[in-house]
Nanobody, 130 residues
Framework: EVQLQASGGGVVQAGGSLRLSCAVS????????IGWFRQAPGKEREGVSC????????SNADSVEGRFTISSDNAKRTVYLQMNSLKPEDTAVYYC???????????????????????WGKGTLVTVSS
């Protein structure tokens, strides 16, 4: 059974940091792209960052470039999202999701195609206070 378990959310002051984790099981890690998505109240779900389990290539949304860093530990089957310099507008439920890697689809396009993901975790809430 495919499972993605997001954890690490919490409440942090603006300018602070959090690290989210996504533990993956039930599929071959290096055949998938793992992504982080978020949904703020009243807004559409949006892509944040994703990474290829095959070669480690990653892509970030412009809104988080330079502040968030995605990484993976393939042996532990875990993807991390290190979030620094957090802003109140980063407040959202953060989800990890997976899709089969397709060389015809650039990673930045994966971030734009929310409903194209094959598997989703339950999400973890990040609240950034001002």
């Amino acid at each position: 059974e495919v499972q993605l378990q997001a954890s690490g959310g919490g409440v942090v002051q603006a300018g602070g940091s959090l690290r989210l984790s996504c533990a993956v099981s039930g599929f071959t890690f290096d055949e998938y792209v793992i992504g982080w998505f978020r949904q703020a109240p009243g807004k559409e779900r949006e892509g944040v960052s994703c990474i290829s389990g095959n070669d480690g290539i990653n892509s970030n949304a412009d809104s988080v470039e330079g502040r968030f860093t995605i990484s993976s530990d393939n042996a532990k089957r875990t993807v991390y999202l290190q979030m620094n310099s957090l802003k109140p507008e980063d407040t959202a439920v953060y989800y990890c999701a997976a899709v089969r890697w397709n060389p015809a689809v650039p990673l930045d396009m994966i971030l734009l195609w929310v409903r194209g993901m094959d598997y989703w975790g339950k999400g973890t809430l990040v609240t950034v206070s001002s």
